[in-house]
């Protein structure tokens, strides 16, 4: 209790220097029910509100701009006066649920069964779920149906996107990037399934507007531009590896040239070829010859360094 006085107390002053300095955040519409938090930056993760007759349900929240959970709970309780019944968890990276606990006092937490494993390990500041699955869930609230959807290791391994079939919204943090626009990295991403799965929601799902997790709103056709950008991607950098390319090698053969004006290209290329490697590289084995022998090296340097670091961690380890 006194964790979550000490939160509004901070939200309040945060409140108070937006309101003399810089723009505030404000809620949008995107469609009757739903509506998203658009913040002071633009990089900051998005929160996104359902409203009903019998009261709201809050997905995410930001630390990273004037948005943040305890200005939420405010915004709500003036606009609406109806109280949160439901906080949904999109996945359990800090900078998207940071201190939802504001909204304990009336609401029960709901997230993937992995997210509560990974938020109670890592000791994350927001609310820890009251209720877990491990596929698919559903929330009916003031006559509104909310499907909650997990499609697998995507963009880490407990993400899930909230379906509104009747006003055709997902909801769908770190799903995609907005407009034509590289992924910062697929350091955590299971690059194959993210590909099944766009192509899965692009099919079968009947959407007009998809809330993104940074930036706002998208209509459904930009989930063709990233499947475009990662297809050609994943080709470049497994022909290369093919070819027994090494990495160095590549950053400078890997230019994709045809998405030189996406955002992002400068900043990201780089590192997105970086991490596509990295994914391939654990899904492949090279044939026996001098690529094979590369391969080994590569093993054996990480098992040296890693048996080095022990023994420097525990000078005796050797004589154990």
Not at 101 to 106: E, I, N
Request: aromatic fraction near 8%.
């Amino acid at each position: 209790m006194m964790r979550l006085f000490a939160k509004l107390a901070l939200g309040l002053a945060a409140s108070a220097v937006a309101t003399a300095g810089a723009q505030a955040a404000q809620l949008v519409q995107a469609s009757p029910s739903v509506w998203w938090v658009k913040g002071d930056r633009p990089g900051a993760a998005i929160s996104s509100v359902i409203v009903t007759r019998d009261g709201l349900i809050v997905m995410d929240a930001t630390c990273r701009s004037e948005g943040t959970a305890v200005w939420l709970k405010g915004e709500l309780k003036k606009r609406f006066n109806l109280p949160v019944r439901y906080v949904i968890e999109s996945h359990d990276h800090e900078d998207h649920i940071c201190d939802l606990d504001v909204f304990d006092d009336t609401a029960v937490t709901i997230a993937h069964d992995k997210n509560r494993e990974a938020i109670v390990r890592e000791g994350r500041n927001t609310s820890v779920p009251d209720i877990t699955f491990s596929k698919e869930a559903t929330i009916w609230l003031g006559g509104k149906q909310v499907k909650l959807l997990y499609f697998g290791p995507t963009h880490s391994d407990n993400l899930i996107q909230a379906y509104l079939p009747d006003e055709k919204v997902l909801i769908a943090p770190d799903f995609m990037q907005r407009g034509k626009g590289l992924i910062p990295d697929f350091r955590d991403m299971d690059v194959d399934n993210m590909l099944e799965t766009w192509n899965t929601v692009y099919r079968m799902y009947d959407i007009d507007v998809i809330i993104n997790g940074h930036g706002g709103v998208s209509p459904k056709s930009d989930i063709l531009n990233n499947i475009e950008y990662v297809t050609a991607l994943r080709k470049a950098v497994l022909d290369e590896m093919v070819k027994g390319t090494p990495l160095p090698k590549i950053l400078e053969t890997v230019t994709m040239p045809e998405f030189k004006d996406w955002r992002g290209y400068s900043m990201w290329l780089k590192a997105d070829i970086v991490t596509m490697w990295d994914y391939l590289y654990r899904k492949r084995e090279p044939n026996v010859g001098p690529m094979h022998g590369a391969w080994q090296n590569v093993v054996d340097k990480i098992m040296n360094g890693a048996a080095e670091a022990t023994n420097t961690a525990n000078p005796n380890a050797a004589e154990e």
